[in-house]
């Protein structure tokens, strides 16, 4: 089978085998993006009837409270043991292990050290990679350099197969592995529809911000407190809710408190009740340095929730400026205020947005198409595996 049958996949192809267990391979379970669209596919595989497991390198598992019925999971070492890359040899001897007790047909690998720990252990499974972001891909500087050859080599080990979030990941993704586009296969992500219900809605001038995400450096929510900043010289009493924990918390807190937001902006945490959170706000800020295809903007556009975002790769991938959303350029905050306000304003405008923004999620990014999409790669990864294994026969 060649490299561009491998990526041609389609729902009338028949197979010789089928992948009947499929291992998730990743860092940890924290909450994060790439986390949850391995708990929404693990979802759909179960659905589907295929055995599904989940292998955390590190114990970290903040989806406690969501687990999965019938998922097999475990863990191989917990945070304090996690030292890198001493920790590199003892893992992937202890992942053998977990192969051999939960038995894969083929793995999906979500993580660049998962993907190098798997590769060391020297497994035979089929694998495909799964790249969620351009973290992993954008590294500069010596340390930079010398991972990059080691993930290569990974990636060389167990099969040169991957699927990106997005078209433009694709590339990056081909050029950071050096080596043909063909390898990769784009499947943008997808959210449970039905758990974010269309909302239309009317702003006041007492509009609500909903921010979501991780309180780390590349989401930039210190942008989205000046902006929020910004946006309050025009609706003094507008608020900010922000869903999410993280490293820049306190230094967050603080800031909020020098821009004089502190007393209506709101650090919510972490929490379950996301799609409540949306239905409860009025307008959506997405304003990441970067993104790889950001799942909570997809929800809000689900909700009815109009979305305003940076001009930055992963966000412009879902949004279309004037169609679907708006985009400013990256820390431009007063155009960030600048469209939140015609949102505020324009009521007509804020409907056609947020009408064709639903369409624009139910029609490419429902967890049902991306579940079969991501079945129909693994199933073409398995055969490619077993015609190889039949013709050295």
Request: with cysteine; aromatic share 8%; hydrophobic share 40%.
């Amino acid at each position: 089978m060649n490299s561009e049958a491998v990526y041609s996949p389609s729902n009338s192809q028949r197979y010789t085998s089928e992948p009947n267990r499929i291992l998730h391979v990743v860092h940890s379970l924290r909450r994060g993006g790439a986390e949850r669209v391995v708990l929404e596919l693990s979802r759909g595989y179960c659905e589907a009837g295929r055995g599904v497991g989940i292998c955390s390198l590190v114990e970290n598992n903040e989806y406690t409270d969501e687990c999965l019925e019938g998922v097999f999971t475990e863990s191989i070492t917990s945070r304090s043991k996690f030292k890198w890359p001493r920790s590199i040899w003892p893992m992937a001897q202890q992942l053998r292990r977990v192969f051999e007790t939960f038995k894969p047909d083929v793995l999906q690998i979500h993580n660049a050290t998962a993907s190098i720990v798997t590769a060391v252990s020297g497994t035979t499974i089929p694998a495909v990679h799964v790249i969620h972001g351009y973290g992993d891909l954008t590294r500069s500087g010596t340390k930079a350099m010398l991972r990059r050859k080691i993930e290569c080599w990974a990636f060389n080990r167990l099969g040169k197969r991957a699927i990106t979030v997005s078209e433009p990941l694709r590339d990056a993704a081909a050029n950071h592995f050096r080596c043909s586009s063909s390898r990769f296969q784009s499947i943008e992500n997808g959210i449970d529809i039905s758990a974010f219900p269309f909302q239309s809605r009317r702003c006041s001038e007492a509009p609500s911000i909903c921010v979501v995400g991780t309180l780390a450096q590349v989401k930039r929510v210190d942008l989205s407190l000046e902006a929020f900043a910004a946006l309050r010289e025009r609706f003094p009493r507008a608020s900010l809710r922000i869903v999410g924990d993280g490293p820049l918390r306190g230094y967050l807190e603080s800031y909020a408190q020098d821009l004089g937001v502190f007393d209506c902006a709101e650090f919510l945490g972490r929490r379950t009740n996301v799609a409540e959170i949306m239905r409860e706000c009025d307008i959506f800020w997405q304003l990441s340095e970067s993104e790889g295809l950001p799942l909570a903007v997809l929800e809000a556009m689900s909700s009815g929730l109009p979305v305003v975002g940076f001009n930055v790769r992963g966000v412009r991938d879902v949004v279309v400026d004037g169609r679907t959303g708006f985009l400013a350029p990256f820390g431009d905050v007063a155009s960030v205020a600048a469209a939140t306000q015609t949102l505020v304003e324009d009521d007509r405008r804020n409907d056609e947005i947020t009408k064709i923004a639903r369409h624009v999620v139910e029609t490419k990014y429902d967890r049902i198409r991306m579940v079969q999409q991501h079945l129909e790669i693994l199933s073409l990864v398995v055969n490619e595996n077993w015609e190889g294994t039949a013709r050295a026969a």
